[in-house]
């Protein structure tokens, strides 16, 4: 069964999704700062990823 969250993106604090889907992965993502996360639920092993660096300027 798929599922989803929101929760505060890991990379710039605005609302990320966490989706919850088939078979086991867990995909986070946040359309504010493009940041993507997908990994295993089980043993966390990451299958893809992105994130812009931000700067403080």
Same mark, same amino acid.
């Given at each position: 069964?798929d599922c989803s969250y929101s929760l505060p993106c890991p990379n710039c604090g605005a609302i990320a999704i966490?989706?919850?889907? +088939?078979?086991?992965?867990? &995909?986070?993502?946040?359309?504010?700062?493009?940041?993507? =996360?997908?990994? %295993? &639920?089980? %043993?966390? +092993?990451?299958?893809?990823?992105?994130?812009?660096? =931000?700067?403080? %300027?």
């Amino acid at each position: 069964m798929d599922c989803s969250y929101s929760l505060p993106c890991p990379n710039c604090g605005a609302i990320a999704i966490r989706r919850y889907f +088939q078979p086991s992965l867990v &995909e986070t993502s946040c359309d504010r700062c493009d940041y993507l =996360l997908v990994v %295993t &639920e089980k %043993t966390g +092993q990451v299958m893809d990823s992105s994130a812009v660096s =931000l700067s403080k %300027t």
